[in-house]
């Protein structure tokens, strides 16, 4: 029996292209590898079974695009042994990069899995592919750890947005809005009022040539970068002000040029280049946070910050203040059920990371604005009224707007707490979990930052061309991991 397409879930399906596509990998790390007999059973009965999707193809009829049953479904064309030459890191990592170029036969269930192993080894890594179309990333992390030994503490901590938010009526939430917007406006308008008539004075009275041409130069760039203004204003504003944040989030997503996303400029091409940092343990980056008074993803994200501003500032790049990446945001947060079906319930949003701010402290304080700022706006709500947007247009149309949006980001950048224990896959012990996120548009880089068992897992993905080695990258992200874990200061205590 065919079922319709739901329009989220139709949107990641028809928007692959050669050179980005729409597929979310991830593998499991093993000492010793699982029986494949027994490894194919448990991904039947514990999910093919489950989830009638897996067994299913898109077809379109008429016009309209629907889930069927493949009549000639069989768990051996989704299951298989892949053994390489030798057991180097190199090699895995090459073959890895290969398959993210590699289109799902279309006429077959879009998902796989593969235990890779090498001649003389006992270990290897269990790796899987799924088309976007399938789930989001939430809910297929939610299906590979259902794969596991059932284990008390295996479910990850909730995520996504505010349980009470999300099971207000949408009416409630947008009179709550208008009614507070009035008082926010107010309040920040005064602010800001005041403090332009501060900065004119100050430019008008100066009898210094050098400090007005500075303030003329800093006038024009303003003018050249109009988010660089919407930030300065808004800015004025409280950090939990939702009307103001609003405002900032969805002016820097709608007006911004993405001039920042040209330090990598160019088109991305169809070869991928990947890259990992595997069990990196989170007990001190624990302890960091609490120095610096900040959550753990402020810690993990300046990791990412200061491993970018170095990598661009090796290639003669030290001018770029902002990167801006897309992020995904879930609307159902995961508890200790796992979901009655797959598809996306997600939005994705946008978050700008500060750079070349190489003082700990300082860029920290600047990831948390950011992070507030982001939480405490409806930028979600509105980025789900897009992304219905995008889902209903005809293909070309939806195309065009998601490149639209993507090109003002570098890539996509995921923080995804996994489970809190240490699990088992057919009996076998899992030694480490990761997941790699996928880009659109021509965005050159995705990252996955991933918890297992008290440890972190990063993994990036990159064009070939514009970023042709991620393992550079990915050492950087462990050298500032190292330095803010040994974070020992006083002063923050």
């Given amino acids: 029996m065919a079922r319709p397409i739901a329009p989220e879930d139709l949107t990641w399906l028809l928007m692959d292209r050669p050179n ?115 789930a989001d990333g939430i809910r297929l992390v939610q299906m590979i750890i259902s794969l596991c030994d059932p284990a008390e503490g295996a479910v990850p901590n909730k995520v996504g947005r505010n349980r009470d938010r999300q099971h207000q009526h949408l009416l409630e939430q947008a009179l709550h809005f208008a009614e507070t917007s009035v008082t926010d406006t107010i309040d920040f308008a005064g602010r800001a009022g005041r403090a332009l008539a501060r900065a004119g004075r100050s430019a008008v009275t100066t009898t210094n040539p050098l400090g007005l041409a500075h303030h003329i130069g800093e006038a024009l760039e303003l003018v050249r970068h109009p988010v660089k203004l919407i930030d300065a204003v808004t800015g004025l504003a409280s950090f939990d002000n939702e009307v103001t944040n609003t405002w900032r989030e969805l002016a820097r997503m709608l007006i911004s040029d993405g001039h920042e996303a040209g330090a990598w400029a160019g088109s991305a091409g169809v070869d991928k280049s990947v890259a990992w940092l595997e069990s990196f343990p989170l007990k001190d980056l624990r302890k960091a946070s609490k120095a610096y008074r900040c959550t753990l993803n402020d810690i993990l994200l300046a990791a990412v910050s200061l491993a970018l501003t170095d990598y661009l500032a090796e290639r003669g790049v030290t001018d770029v203040e902002t990167l801006s990446w897309m992020m995904p945001v879930s609307l159902q947060p995961v508890d200790e059920r796992l979901p009655s079906k797959l598809g996306n319930k997600f939005v994705v949003v946008m978050l700008p990371m500060p750079l070349g701010i190489r003082d700990p402290e300082r860029l920290i304080r600047r990831v948390h ?36 949006f993507a090109d003002k980001t570098i890539g996509q950048l995921t923080n995804v707490p996994g489970p809190r224990i240490a699990l088992n896959l057919a009996g076998v012990p899992v030694r480490s979990i990761l997941g790699w996120v996928p880009t659109s548009g021509d965005q050159p880089l995705g990252i996955c930052l991933f918890s297992y068992n008290d440890s972190l897992t990063v993994g990036v993905a990159s064009d070939a061309r514009m970023i042709p080695d991620p393992e550079h990258l990915a050492a950087l992200i462990q050298t500032h991991l190292e330095a803010l874990s040994s974070t020992t200061k006083a002063s923050h205590g």
């Fill in 20 to 134: 980005n596509l729409m597929h979310v990998h991830g593998f499991m790390g093993f000492d010793v590898l699982p029986d494949l007999e027994a490894y194919t059973n448990v991904v039947m009965e514990r999910m093919v079974r489950k989830f009638r999707r897996l067994s299913q193809v898109p077809v379109q009829i008429d016009g309209d695009w629907y889930w069927e049953d493949d009549v000639d479904f069989s768990i051996d064309n989704h299951v298989r042994t892949v053994v390489l030459d030798d057991a180097d890191d190199e090699t895995f990592r090459r073959y890895v990069s290969g398959q993210f170029s590699q289109p799902f036969d279309r006429t077959r269930p879009l998902w796989e899995f593969q235990l890779i192993t090498a001649p003389g080894t006992e270990g290897g890594y269990g790796f899987g592919r799924f088309h976007h179309g399938l």
């Fill in 369 to 404: 604005e950011a992070s507030t700022r982001l939480k405490h706006s409806a930028e979600p709500l509105v980025a789900f009224g897009f992304q219905r947007i995008i889902a209903e247009a005809p293909t070309g149309v939806a195309r065009a707007l998601t490149s639209f």
